[in-house]
DNA sequence: GTGAAAGCGCTAACAA
DNA sequence: TTGTTAGCGCTTTCAC
């Protein structure tokens, strides 16, 4: 596969001891920037010369190294993302969509986890930013003074998601989860429920989404709403636990917005398990209508985010500015909508 | 924050007009090499020196350029892992726990997804070694002749997960399936169980535990099993579809062995709604022990693997290579367990 | 303990 | 269309 000269011999005093573009050059016969320019940009090259090249890296197995290229040139083709835990299925649409978008366009997507800490998010922080991507993807993400000032001076392109916010550092897709909250009190009185509740986690748009909520059933003249508020992420587990806790001190309430549809599912589980009537007697709203949520029995009523446009306008923007196009928008709100079911 | 250079004039004709190490170094009144020195290897320089450095970064807000670094050291501190798809809760547990482990000893995770197609994967492969990572950890990867070669060809280090095989590129963690399709056969026979049926995914792994399921019936002496296969990655939905399908031919089972937790919650969710008794007419058995798997109602009988304690093992793997500490086995079988609960 | 020189593998800039 | 030269920002090697 290889030539004459043993790895040992290659690998001179430094270096890996992979194919570098030296050696494809000298065995098609041509200068390491003419081949350079037949892989990367071959309309510049002459057919001839570009066979002769492409033959050779077939022959040698040759792999760019994209550290080095990333170096001369400035620009990595790298895009990192970071999420409080993949674990939480709400972004991963959103981490999908994104992935394939930039595949698409010859990028790569670099994920990071930065879990629900704070002192976490600066570490990976800098780490992501050691690495010079040409974007950065922040999801669903509350940024330390610090973090925001490192962001702000690596220049790098950065796209905030999952909310909206009037100070963003660059760019932003999102939307507005005080007028999620709002809408579904809007959306329980239309079908006649008044004793309305909130099960949510303790992230902070989910306490938005909470204290909209809350706010807007007062405003609506409902009794007051008892809010029971769980740790992030949220499971099945906590739904049940909180319903229970629910039933003790308002074993009245006649709906339940749940900040997760995983949330929602062990509200159900429980209130099936104590046989409390859904929607029968109790309501329940879910939030991100996760692919389960239509098939659950009864399907679940649910807010639906377009998780995966988020995702797509995303790596759009970031591509848009590693290519130098003109971006004439800086922020995009995506909405949401009320998906009625068989739960309400 | 900065000094008195415009940033202009600081890119004389080429680079990214980040602070450098040079700008750090000028600063503390040291060469490059010094600063260097008092960052990654402390121990070597003066502390009145370190002190200088440290004062001088901290200044001028550096990132250091891990880009370069990674050139001129042939060290990333970058693994990559590529899963089918993130959306498959399985690996979940691994990813999370290979990242945990890899950034306790300063090391990054980037995470790709390769889909359930081929092509794919190969492109991802040349993807990620382009970036000359210091591992590269697969999680439930078929791989194709030319991906084997590459990855051989790479030198770089390669652990396989979620399987074993007799010929491993490099590492493995992982278990057996068919010793499991097997294990779910002796199990439902001790509960009592006799006219079994399999629901599984077609990908690779999910169809030897079917293979070696509908064997060991086969050989129990029991009626041959009816087995559904459905598309990966399976969903709740998929799981009513098949539970209804399954009925139809074969009204009369006992007990279904599902290889996704979701897919089981779906056969309950259908077998709930047509008024089929879980587990008094069928018993329903998992795969995952997901978290949620605990918490249905009934709680579900499922295959425990420790997903965890196989990212945990690949991180050392590949921690304990790159640091060029002696590995003594290269292979780990983790096993798996059945957890009884209330489903069967 | 500190530094000078060289080079990791590639591409931007300029030249022919 | 092709090549020469000079770096990208860092760390290795070797010398003091």
Redesign the pocket.
């Known amino acids: 596969m290889s030539e004459d000269a043993t790895p040992a011999a290659r ?15 000298r065995l098609a ?13 071959p ?4 057919a ?3 066979r002769r090249v492409t033959e050779a890296v077939a022959s040698t197995g ?14 990595s083709r790298l895009v990192a993302a970071m999420v409080p835990t993949i674990s939480g299925p709400v972004f991963l649409g959103t981490v999908r969509a994104l992935n394939e978008a930039l595949v698409a366009q010859g990028y790569q997507l670099m994920l990071g986890q930065s879990g629900y800490a704070d002192s976490r998010e600066d570490a990976l922080l800098e780490a992501i930013i050691s690495r010079r991507p040409d974007g950065i993807v922040l999801t669903g993400i509350t940024h330390s003074p610090l973090g925001r000032r490192r962001l702000l001076a690596s220049g790098i392109p950065v796209v905030e998601t999952w909310d909206l916010t009037s100070t963003p550092i660059d760019m932003l897709v999102g939307f507005s989860h005080s007028d999620v909250g709002r809408a579904v009190v809007n959306f329980l009185w239309a079908n006649g429920r008044r004793r309305l509740a909130m099960i949510g986690g303790d992230d902070e748009r989910s306490m938005r989404r909470q204290q909209a909520f809350h706010t807007a059933a007062q405003a609506a003249g409902l009794p007051a709403v008892p809010v029971i508020t769980v740790p992030a992420p949220t499971t099945l587990k906590s739904g049940r636990c909180a319903l229970s806790e629910l039933l003790l001190t308002s074993p009245d309430v006649d709906a339940v917005f749940c900040s997760s549809d995983l949330l929602a599912l062990g509200v159900m589980t429980e209130a099936r398990v104590r046989g409390v009537a859904v929607p029968g007697q109790l309501a329940v709203v879910g939030f991100g209508d996760l692919e389960f949520a239509a098939d659950l029995d009864p399907a679940l009523t649910t807010v639906r985010i377009d998780s995966m446009a988020i995702g797509r306008q995303a790596a759009q923007f970031i591509v848009d500015r590693a290519e130098g196009r003109e971006v004439t928008s800086r922020v995009v709100d995506v909405g949401f909508s009320i998906v009625q079911r068989d739960s309400t």
């Not at 690998?11 to 494809?24: D, F, I, K, P």
């Not at 190294?65 to 620009?75: D, I, M, P, Q, Y």
Request: glycine share 10%.
């Open positions: 690998r001179a005093r430094r270096g890996s001891g992979a194919v570098t573009l030296h050696e494809v050059a016969g041509v200068a390491p920037i003419t081949a350079s320019r037949a892989l990367n940009t309309s510049q090259v002459s001839e010369l570009v040759y792999v760019p190294n994209r550290v080095a290229g990333g170096l001369a040139s400035a620009r």
